[in-house]
């Protein structure tokens, strides 16, 4: 079964960095893209970036030139970097993988204080 645990959110100050991460196990990790949502209460989730298989890499343009996703596949696990914060970038993020019926975790709540 899938299983995706997220880490590494907190609570940071406007223009600071955080670093996410998500252990992925269930299925074969390197045949296939991993993406990062985030959500918060009241509002549609929201994909912010996508990494495939050939590590090319896709974001949201909110997020363009601030945050970095990447992948280590020897250790099954999808990064996000994220830089240059800003308080709407408040949320509980969660990866993904494009296998259906989608599987969310619990994710990793990022608090950017104001």
């Known amino acids: 079964q899938v299983q995706l645990v997220e880490s590494g959110g907190g609570l940071v100050q406007p223009g600071g960095s955080l670093r996410l991460s998500c252990a992925a196990s269930?299925?074969?990790?390197?045949?296939?893209?991993m993406r990062w949502y985030r959500q918060v209460p009241g509002k549609e989730r929201e994909l912010v970036a996508v990494?495939?298989?050939?590590?090319?890499?896709n974001y949201v343009d909110s997020v363009k030139g601030r945050f970095t996703i990447s992948r280590d596949n020897a250790k099954n696990t999808v990064y996000l970097q994220m830089n240059d914060l800003k308080p709407e970038d408040t949320g509980v993020y969660y990866c993904?993988?494009?296998?259906?019926?989608?599987?969310w975790g619990r994710g990793t709540q990022v608090t950017v204080s104001s």
């Open positions: 993904n993988v494009p296998l259906y019926p989608l599987y």
């Open positions: 269930g299925f074969t990790f390197n045949r296939y893209a």
């Open positions: 990494i495939g298989r050939t590590s090319d890499t």
